[in-house]
């Protein structure tokens, strides 16, 4: 399988709903064609950004049935098939396929946890029913099962993974995973989906990004890849710098937690910058409203991703 295309920065993409929670698809095209047109690398749909836990089978086929027209080929489009099981992932897989993307992402399976045994057999049953390239989804917080750098590389050499998105918060983990995939011959395509270390990954290998903070400013992340390719580490820790501190927009929630606080602030930061008509959420999770709207704002103007003048969006 051809995988040298999943490199460079892959934004993970959060999806507009309008008032009536539906798929908002002016702002979907909007705000995909403002990534590809800052210089994106690929876009991931329907991972943790993509709110996928909180949809329908239909509306996730909504999602790749409008992702797949409006990128049109222009980038690589990668799919969420994250479900509770291995069959239910099966499924997804095979659905995905059906709308034409390029790639598929699926993390262990979840509920009925089992151990390493039964998460190497999930990824190489997955590989049965898909010629497609597939992606390991790194996500502990969410599916409470860490993936183990040694059987990823081993899935890695064996042709059952083609990568890994990493989002597990544990660094030393993905340190040795890069080092270990290098030892192998480099099978894997390893992705950080860490916003505020990316300059940390690059330097120690990382084959690109999936930033889900790449949404409100993609300029700056493909900037600090090219940066990166050219060795002027220098400008990839002052880009750094800034989308450490823009990231402070999920930071300075108070109302609630979790998605909520995470998603819900991207989605805020898109309304108010004008690529989202809404800051809408999937339920149960609420909008955020309020003092969190104008702290987010703030960081903003900070950031220089909006005018100092600018009005808070009612």
Not at 69 to 97: W, Y
Not at 155 to 183: C, P, T, Y
Request: aromatic share 8%; charged share 25%.
């Amino acid at each position: 399988m051809e995988t040298s295309q999943f490199r460079g920065v892959i934004p993970p993409v959060v999806i507009p709903l309008t008032e009536k929670k539906s798929l908002d698809l002016e702002a979907f095209d909007r705000t995909i064609n403002r990534m590809i047109d800052a210089g994106v690398d690929g876009l991931f749909f329907l991972g943790s950004s993509g709110e996928v836990a909180f949809l329908t089978d239909a509306q996730r086929y909504h999602v790749l049935q409008e992702a797949v027209a409006i990128v049109n080929g222009r980038v690589p489009v990668l799919a969420g098939i994250i479900d509770m099981e291995t069959m239910r992932v099966v499924d997804q897989a095979k659905r995905a396929a059906g709308f034409g993307v390029d790639a598929l992402v699926a993390t262990a399976p979840f509920y009925a946890l089992g151990g390493p045994k039964e998460v190497e057999r999930h990824f190489r049953a997955i590989r049965e029913y898909t010629d497609l390239p597939l992606f390991a989804y790194d996500l502990p917080v969410c599916v409470h099962t860490k993936l183990d750098p040694d059987m990823l590389v081993r899935l890695g050499e064996d042709g059952v993974l083609q990568g890994v998105k990493d989002s597990s918060g544990d660094d030393v983990s993905f340190r040795w995973l890069m080092l270990e995939n290098e030892d192998a011959g480099h099978p894997l395509q390893l992705l950080t989906g860490h916003e505020v270390v990316v300059d940390g990954a690059y330097l120690g290998g990382a084959d690109g990004s999936v930033p889900g903070l790449a949404n409100l400013d993609p300029v700056s992340y493909v900037e600090q890849w090219r940066a990166a390719q050219a060795g002027d580490w220098a400008r990839v820790k002052e880009i750094q710098d800034h989308l450490a501190r823009l990231m402070f927009v999920t930071r300075r929630v108070k109302a609630t937690v979790g998605f909520g606080a995470g998603v819900g602030a991207f989605k805020t930061a898109l309304w108010q910058m004008g690529v989202f008509n809404t800051n809408q959420m999937r339920e149960p999770v609420q909008p955020l409203e309020g003092e969190d709207v104008e702290a987010i704002v703030a960081i903003l103007k900070k950031e220089g991703m909006l005018d100092p003048d600018a009005p808070v969006r009612a």
